[in-house]
């Protein structure tokens, strides 16, 4: 394979898939990315042709893989890697006298390292407006029990409105 203007075969590569990557993530298909990459003049630089649909596949598998392992990595180098690059955002933020843009890392960067207290949240009901009831099922067995009880006594009452046989007394 020829190399770039650039220098290598690994930075042609490297153009490529990152070319194909972004198209991938804005979710065009294979067959779409063959045909855009001509316009991005993005060609074989051996042959001075578009690149083959295979290669866009091989492209995306390697992509595939190394995203993979992107994910596998460990939190921790993920959070110093983004605290580095707040920091840096932050030192020329306060070099261009940018305070929004300072507060703004600063923000960014307590929620990465959760250093704001909990937001206390009051349970309620699926429909937002009741108190949640953390009752066992026990509890609420008791509590409809006590209501039936309620029920009976007062239908059984003799203020009830009732005469003996059931009817409503007027």
Known sequence: MAVNKNGSRKATIDNRRRAVA???LRHLT??????????MDILNPDTGEPYSLGIVNSDL???HK???????????????MTRAEL???RRKAWANNELAIVLRSLRQEC???????PTKVAPTDPTGTKEYDSSTD????????GIL?????RRDSDDSGRDDTGSVVA
Do not use: C, F, H, Y
């Open 111 to 117: 929620d990465l390292l959760g250093l704001d207290a």
């Open 22 to 24: 972004g198209m991938r």
């Open 30 to 39: 294979q067959r779409e990315i063959v045909t855009q990459l001509p316009k």
């Open 61 to 63: 598998k390697a992509l």
């Open 149 to 153: 009880d309620a029920a009976r006594t």
């Open 66 to 80: 190394q995203w993979q392992e992107d994910a596998a990595q460990d939190t921790s180098v993920l959070v110093a």
């Open 87 to 89: 920091e840096e955002v």
């Open 138 to 145: 026990t509890e609420r067995i008791g509590k409809l029990l």
